[in-house]
């Protein structure tokens, strides 16, 4: 019997339970999991990513998970690229893809289609990059603010790798990077691939709650030895504190901490900083779901009763049970 084809996407801010409602899907339907993390693709970042088990990864593989170093960016096309191809292989398994994270420009990339973009330039990037030693990030934003007002105000003055991105665009194109993607629209996941997407979105009524969520899971990346895994990272020669992967939550901050203190303890102060980065995460998170909860075939999900329903409209795409 061939599965209808259809794509779910469960989605939701940092600490929300996404991995563990993931596996219970997975167990209740034929489904064929795809990360959507910006920071689970990278090799070695495992704790502080709070990536599955490898027990969970061998029970419940999540595809884009661990394929790419630490050192490389990761660009939102390549994700695109690397997701159609795992949704491809999913449906050639007859199984649904469920696609499941956190990362919202990911899932807007996916639902929305990009354009597509020029590739890297390797020598330009080596030219931007000595020039970003010698002036600083800064410098090329405000070379930037020259170029493309409008990407600027949606890019940190430090933020180098879309910095980065933005004058490579222009440096191959001749246009400023909003020009370029409002002129060479990407098509919607629908059309791309033929078939029906859902979303699922797990969202709190109470932030408050999530917060505390987001406290206990600290806790417990460092009673499992996230200070450790960042002391190894720092070890790579390829990896600073500009590098796209060192930028996320919590990687961040504790290399910064271990540049001023290499060898003192984690104090209360430092998880704070921490746990301050994480409530500003989630309400960037929250923020796009907000915008995105008018959109056709969207749902949030708040208790039993819309988990239910949930599993109503997942068996109403013909998405079929777990082969027992």
């Known amino acids: 019997m061939t599965v209808k084809r259809c794509v779910l996407g469960l989605l939701g801010p940092t600490a929300s339970g996404k ?40 029970k419940y593989p ?52 990009i354009a597509p973009l020029p590739p890297r330039d390797p020598e330009f990037r080596k030219q931007l990059r000595d020039r970003a030693e010698v002036s600083g990030v800064p410098a090329l934003h405000k070379e930037l603010q020259s170029i493309d007002p409008k990407a600027c105000d949606k890019i940190h003055p ?50 408050e709650e ?3 969520r987001v406290k206990d899971r600290l806790e417990d990346m460092l009673t499992a030895g996230f200070a450790d895994e960042v002391k190894r990272l720092r070890q790579r020669p390829g990896l600073s504190a500009s590098t796209s992967s060192m930028r996320t939550v919590g990687y961040r901050q ?10 003192s303890a984690i104090t209360e102060a430092l998880k704070e900083r921490i746990l301050v980065a994480n409530r500003g995460l989630i309400r960037r998170q929250m923020t796009w779901l907000r915008n995105w909860s008018t959109l056709p075939n969207y749902n949030e999900l708040h208790s039993s009763s819309t988990l239910n ?16």
């Open 19 to 58: 991995t563990e409602l993931a596996v219970e899907l997975a167990d209740r339907y034929d489904l064929a999991l795809i990360s959507v993390d910006s920071a689970m693709v990278y090799r070695g970042m495992n704790i502080g990513t709070a990536k599955p088990t490898p027990s969970i990864l061998r």
């Open 62 to 113: 999540h595809a884009l998970v661990d394929i790419v170093e630490p050192e490389t960016s990761f660009t939102v096309s390549e994700f695109i690229r690397e997701a159609e191809a795992a949704v491809h292989e999913s449906f050639a398994e007859n199984k649904t893809p469920l696609l499941v994270g956190g990362t919202m420009m990911y899932f807007k990339a996916f639902r929305e289609g």
């Open 158 to 207: 430090n933020n180098y790798p879309r910095i980065e991105r933005a004058l490579e665009i222009f440096s191959q194109t001749g246009v400023p990077m909003t020009q370029f993607l409002r002129e060479n629209a990407g098509f919607p996941a629908t059309s791309r691939l033929g078939c029906d997407y859902v979303e699922f979105a797990i969202t709190y009524h109470r932030r």
């Open 210 to 212: 999530l917060h505390e």
């Open 254 to 263: 504790l290399w910064e901490h271990f540049d001023v203190c290499p060898d």
């Open 309 to 324: 329903t949930m599993y109503a409209q997942i068996e109403s795409l013909g998405v079929r049970s777990a082969v027992s």
